[in-house]
């Protein structure tokens, strides 16, 4: 079930709607307070969120499922759509962010890729040195903990879920930010060194590795 917390009447109308019409069942909250505590509910598989919401604002929703429920997809659908935005919006837990105006046939794409995504496979992933468990979102490197921020452990699930592929820079920031950045920009450059840094020893390098002309792989074999 599908939980849309949107407080603008006529989008909550159009979405539900839209997604009603591509086979999903739709639960709706006009507030963040309201919206909040239906996505505790097991029932809820998907919540797609506004930002701009009356009693509790969208990020402060965002970190309170972040923290009670990690495992909950959460599409942020919103007019802010200002660099910073999507990045805070990522950061504090969202799995995708789409700006409006939007097509909900592209809106329900993304909630089918969220949904095929978290029900893939093993709740871990494992690896000679490393593990990850993706309910509690806890990562372990030669048994020790390793704290990641939001981005830093769905970069790190990317291309661990894709190994020993390669890559490109493209499909990494599609899938891990969710939307188009401009091809100079160097953030996901960035996030390779935080997690190297975090994962690495003097006496091993993190298994990420830089592919030239490409882009990146997970190279550590799974145990």
């Not at 079930?1 to 909250?29: C, S």
């Not at 593990?131 to 903990?145: A, F, H, K, N, T």
Request: glycine letters at 8%; aromatic letters at 6%.
């Amino acid at each position: 079930m599908i939980l849309v917390v949107e407080d603008e009447p006529g989008i909550v109308d159009f979405v539900e709607r839209g997604l009603r019409r591509q086979g999903f069942q739709v639960v709706t909250a006009g507030d963040g307070e309201a919206g909040l505590a239906r996505a505790l509910n097991p029932d809820i598989e998907l919540v797609v969120l506004d930002l701009m919401l009356p009693k509790l604002g969208g990020m402060e929703v965002l970190r309170s499922l972040n923290s009670q429920r990690p495992e909950l997809p959460v599409v942020v659908l919103t007019a802010r759509g200002e660099v910073e935005d999507r990045i805070a919006g990522l950061d504090n837990g969202a799995v995708d962010y789409l700006v409006k105006p939007f097509a909900v046939a592209e809106l329900a794409a993304r909630i089918r890729a969220q949904l095929r995504s978290a029900s893939r496979g093993s709740a871990s992933i494992r690896t000679e040195a490393l593990r990850i468990d993706l309910l509690s979102r806890q990562v372990l490197m030669d048994g020790e903990p390793v704290r990641l921020s939001t981005t830093e452990f769905e970069l790190l699930v990317y291309l661990a879920q894709n190994r020993p592929n390669v890559l490109s820079r493209e499909e990494i920031l599609r899938a891990v930010w969710g939307y188009n950045h401009d091809p100079g920009t160097n953030v996901l450059e960035v996030y390779i060194g935080y997690l190297r840094r975090k994962l690495g020893t003097a006496d091993r390098p993190a298994p990420i590795r830089t592919v030239r002309s490409v882009g990146y792989r997970f190279d550590e074999e799974p145990s």
